[in-house]
């Protein structure tokens, strides 16, 4: 069965310091990958999505980027973190061609606290 | 493109009464439709899902759904509400075709005692 991980599960970082988030699939091959940010009050916001290894897609402008450097590998990175990138970051992960039929699978996020 | 939106931010109520979360999207030809649930500090969960055929669907744990094309509406009912139901729900769409599943921004139901 397909499996997703997503860590660390809780994250307080300095505002200025990098940041580096990891998800994995497991189970399954050529998955479609995505980052969705939760802030209060906010909703879920699409970051970024992926449907390929060194296919990936921006959805917002922002102080964020995303890799994909293995076929079920998604990594959300920043150099410099501010204030307003504190928020719960969920990876989720659909079958390639399927995202009608099956929806998405999300891991259990990420809380990040800058401070 | 294609938007959802969910009429109530938050959703007070006891224990046993029913409950109706309103999740209302843009009109467009094939669209499919889904609700997820998330207790907090949690990933989101598979509820239920429209894709075709009845346009009333069920979860296991009672609530139910049902596809109405000429109000573009997709509201999730129960009958009788568990302290246990407390949680967000979010209501999304994908239109036929698209990789990317647009969310509403979720319902807080608060069951009480």
């Known amino acids: 069965s397909q499996t997703i991980h997503q860590w660390p599960a809780t994250l307080v970082q300095p505002v200025g310091s990098p940041l580096s988030l990891e998800c994995t699939v497991e189970g399954t091959s050529n998955p479609n990958l995505y980052w969705y940010r939760q802030a209060a009050g906010r909703g879920l916001q699409l970051l970024f999505y992926s449907v390929g290894i060194g296919q990936i897609s921006s959805e917002v402008p922002q102080n964020l980027s995303a890799s994909r450097p293995q076929d079920r590998q998604f990594i959300l990175s920043s150099k410099k973190l501010l204030l307003s990138d504190s928020g719960f970051y969920l990876c989720?992960?659909?079958?390639?061609?399927?995202?009608?039929?099956?929806?998405?699978?999300f891991g259990s996020g990420t809380r990040l606290t800058v401070v | 493109a294609q938007s959802v939106t969910q009429l109530d931010s938050q959703v007070p109520v006891f224990e046993e009464a029913p409950v109706e979360l309103r999740c209302n999207y843009s009109?467009?030809?094939?669209?499919?439709l889904f609700w997820y649930v998330q207790y907090p500090n949690q990933g989101l969960q598979l509820l239920l899902k429209y894709l075709s055929g009845s346009t009333l669907v069920e979860s296991i744990n009672g609530f139910e759904a049902e596809f109405n094309k000429s109000q573009t509406s997709f509201h999730l009912r129960k009958p009788s509400v568990h302290i246990s139901d407390t949680a967000e729900y979010f209501c999304a769409v994908v239109q036929g075709g698209s990789e990317k599943l647009v969310f509403g921004k979720g319902t807080k139901l608060t069951v009480n005692p």
């Open positions: 009109s467009s030809v094939s669209v499919y």
């Open positions: 989720a992960w659909s079958l390639l061609g399927r995202a009608t039929g099956y929806g998405y699978t």
